[in-house]
């Protein structure tokens, strides 16, 4: 090398060990007193040239492990391109340091505010043009990095071509590469400050992943797909959800169904069969186990990589769009499950991104879940809220989903959720509440109520929390409903008790009506309670073979018939007999034989009923749309009671938990006149004994229970029977 050249190259050996944190102030275009210089770097290159206006120019070589320089006396033509010799070939390139870095300071501001809804706008992979020409601009947040480049095909994986430029103290950096398109794998190396250590990650905004067991992200273009659900929108922001049904049928898209080689049905193939199954069941919305983009089949999308992605393992995002987009073309709304309070601890994602605890708490007494061996958000760091509040936001505005339930809400809200004495790291006032998660869960629910309107947000919290589902400006966490997990397990508890042993548990039907108002309730029979040893649904009933039958046809109507929302897991709904498992799809064989397709068409009557019923739903978060005619019946196991509607409309239910028929069994009833059965779960239709009233009955005006009229009824065994007075009648 020239002497005379070392001061200059001396400028490089920051570029040259991969250390420069701020490459453009060294690359591109730059004014040299009277004189311009484009300065590039190409390892292991031979020579280079710049190509403007036509010509070809050699620049000159600064260092032999590839740093060239042209010099002149004006600026070349923009956007210039450079003529690279290494490697044994030529190949040419626009210069990605000819295009200057871009920040959009007011949004950076508000992504270190915590307030920016719109981060995956803002980071990530941008597909775009500028100056005329392709490619992409790429931002991540790395503020304890020396040192991030860009790496992917496009440079043999080599972060010393592309390091980007840090925006300062927003810890943010950026880098645009021109050619960069649709469809490119890519990831983020970084070097730490403080260690040195050098290491992938792939991009925590990336809106499209590799397939497993592939890591990189890769460059998504903005959808051009065409929505056609505005009528839809614009009904659902007026819909009345506390009044209005809510039956949700919650669903793996893996294993749901499966090719018969065993490959996943994609989103358009679901389209077109569990659409109209669902449709034939009468649900009124589906729920997606989490389908953001995770590594571990077994995981069942719970342990999320990718809170912008759509797994890839279903087809593309606007495969997943069209999917939706159909489900409200027939009616049918979708509510995506969705896990902000914990991220799995794999190298090449979330966990230590930029080499030190960064999306994660950096105490381990809070930063590590015990329960499931992975990292927990902290929710202090508002660049962490603008994170996860832009991945709802997105979520919700992308793909019109039209409900987000909330994954483990109550690990998030204590700080000692499921650590014993000692591992856990108190609040500023002592306590065990995790503030910052309050205030963040508060804000997640503002958003989406404010932004948009008729979106339901839903909470797994298992704890007793007060007002998990009152409004924030109450002091509540905002949700519009919580799951009632005490019901379920109440329930399936009082199930798997022998008949003879249920009177003496009788409170497990009745005590739930004591806080059954205290929040918006959905009743759930979830994933939850049908894997890990729990058995499934019909194997939790006691009993033999037409027990369990007649029980889960009895469990089916007691849900839609009490106070709440609704929600199934699917395969419960016709009895599956062998343990869900995320390897394999239901089996459907089982829905030939008569008991099997009797619990499955009972539901779907069960479903209809609900919906064209208002007093089965219209107050259910009310306490005037429930009145028990009788729960004292423990001997006989047998509850009666009302629902009503906002009318006055009303429907007496009667549900037996004996395999004993219980014939002219008096129950009071609100007014005399002739009761017809709309649902008997007894009935040979659905695969019963057919016990029952013979489709009708009539009351009479002797008061009973409390009611100015009643009536003798037969009560089938281990069956339910809803009752309506013939309008005729009203």
Not at 52 to 58: K, R, T
Request: charged share 20%.
């Amino acid at each position: 090398m020239d002497h005379t050249l070392a001061p200059v190259a001396a400028r490089f050996e920051r570029l040259l060990a991969a250390r420069e944190h701020s490459p453009h102030a060294v690359l591109g275009l730059h004014r040299d007193g009277a004189h311009w210089t484009v300065t590039a770097f190409q390892p292991r290159a031979t020579g280079m040239s710049i190509e403007a206006s036509g010509q070809i120019v050699p620049m000159r070589a600064l260092h032999p492990d590839g740093v060239f320089q042209w010099r002149g006396p004006t600026p070349p033509a923009h956007p210039y391109r450079l003529v690279i010799d290494a490697d044994a070939r030529r190949f040419t390139r626009h210069d990605a340091y000819a295009f200057a870095i871009a920040p959009d300071h007011d949004a950076l501001r508000e992504f270190n505010d915590g307030t920016q809804l719109h981060a995956h706008a803002l980071l990530g992979a941008q597909a775009l043009e500028r100056d005329g020409v392709a490619g992409t601009q790429f931002r991540v947040w790395a503020p304890n990095a020396e040192r991030v480049s860009v790496v992917g095909e496009f440079n043999q994986w080599d972060g010393r071509i592309h390091p980007m430029s840090t925006l300062g103290a927003s810890g943010v950096w950026e880098l645009f590469v021109p050619g960069i398109v649709q469809g490119t794998h890519y990831k983020f190396e970084l070097r730490h400050r403080d260690s040195g250590a050098v290491f992938l990650k792939s991009d925590p905004y990336a809106r499209a992943c590799e397939s497993r067991p592939a890591t990189a992200s890769v460059v998504c273009e903005r959808s051009s797909f065409t929505w056609r659900d505005q009528t839809w929108l614009a009904s659902r922001a007026q819909r009345d959800w506390l009044h209005a049904p809510l039956s949700i049928y919650e669903v793996h898209a893996g294993s749901w169904m499966r090719h018969s080689d065993s490959r996943f049905y994609g989103w358009r193939e679901l389209a077109g069969r569990l659409i109209p199954y669902v449709l034939s069941l009468g649900f009124t919305h589906i729920e997606l186990l989490p389908i953001t983009e995770h590594p571990l089949d077994e995981s069942w999308g719970y342990q999320t990589t990718g809170y912008f992605a759509p797994s890839s393992r279903f087809g593309s995002p606007d495969d997943l769009r069209f999917f939706i987009d159909e489900c409200h073309r027939v009616g049918l709304g979708v509510v995506l499950d969705w896990v902000p309070g914990h991220f799995p601890q794999d190298s090449w994602a979330l966990a230590r991104f930029d080499g030190s605890p960064l999306y994660e708490h950096p105490d381990p007494r809070i930063g590590i879940h015990p329960d499931w061996g992975t990292h927990t958000f902290n929710f202090a760091r508002n660049e962490v809220r603008s994170f996860l509040l832009s991945s709802a936001f997105y979520w919700l505005d992308e793909f019109h989903f039209d409900g987000i339930r909330v994954d483990a809400v109550a690990s998030m809200l204590y700080l000692d959720y499921s650590r014993k004495p000692g591992e856990w790291l108190p609040n500023r006032y002592g306590g065990r509440e995790n503030l910052e998660a309050v205030e963040f869960l508060r804000a997640f629910n503002t958003m989406v109520h404010a932004q948009f309107p008729g979106v339901v947000t839903i909470a797994e919290e298992s704890t007793s929390w007060p007002m998990v589902s009152r409004p924030v400006y109450l002091g509540g966490l905002g949700f519009s409903m919580k799951w009632n997990m005490g019901w379920m397990h109440d329930t399936l508890e009082y199930l798997a008790l022998d008949p003879i042993y249920r009177r003496f548990h009788h409170d497990k039907l009745t005590f739930g009506q004591l806080y059954a108002y205290s929040e918006n309730f959905v009743l759930p029979l979830s994933h939850d309670e049908v894997v890990h040893g729990k058995r499934p649904l019909i194997n939790k009933m006691h009993g033999d073979a037409w027990q369990r039958f007649a029980q889960l046809r009895l469990l089916l109507t007691y849900q839609v018939a009490m106070p709440g929302k609704k929600l199934m897991f699917m395969g419960g709904e016709f009895g599956q007999t062998s343990e869900w498992s995320e390897r394999r799809e239901l089996d459907w064989s089982l829905t030939q034989y008569p008991e099997h397709a009797g619990a499955q068409r009972l539901l779907g009557d069960l479903n209809r009923l609900y919906r064209a019923t208002a007093a089965l739903h219209e107050l259910d978060f009310d306490p005037q749309g429930f009145t028990w005619i009788d729960c004292h019946d423990a001997d006989q196991s047998i509850i009666c009671f009302l629902r009503r509607a906002r009318d006055g409309e009303a429907v007496i239910v009667a549900l037996n938990f004996t395999p004993v028929p219980r014939s002219d069994y008096r129950i009071g009833a609100p007014r005399p006149g002739t009761y017809r059965e709309l649902i008997n779960s007894d009935s040979a239709h659905y695969g019963g004994s057919n016990v029952g009233n013979l489709g009708a009955i009539e009351a009479r005006a002797d008061a009973w229970m409390g009611q100015p009229a009643s009536m003798a009824i037969t009560v089938p065994p281990l069956g339910a029977v809803i009752l309506r007075r013939d309008a005729e009648g009203r």
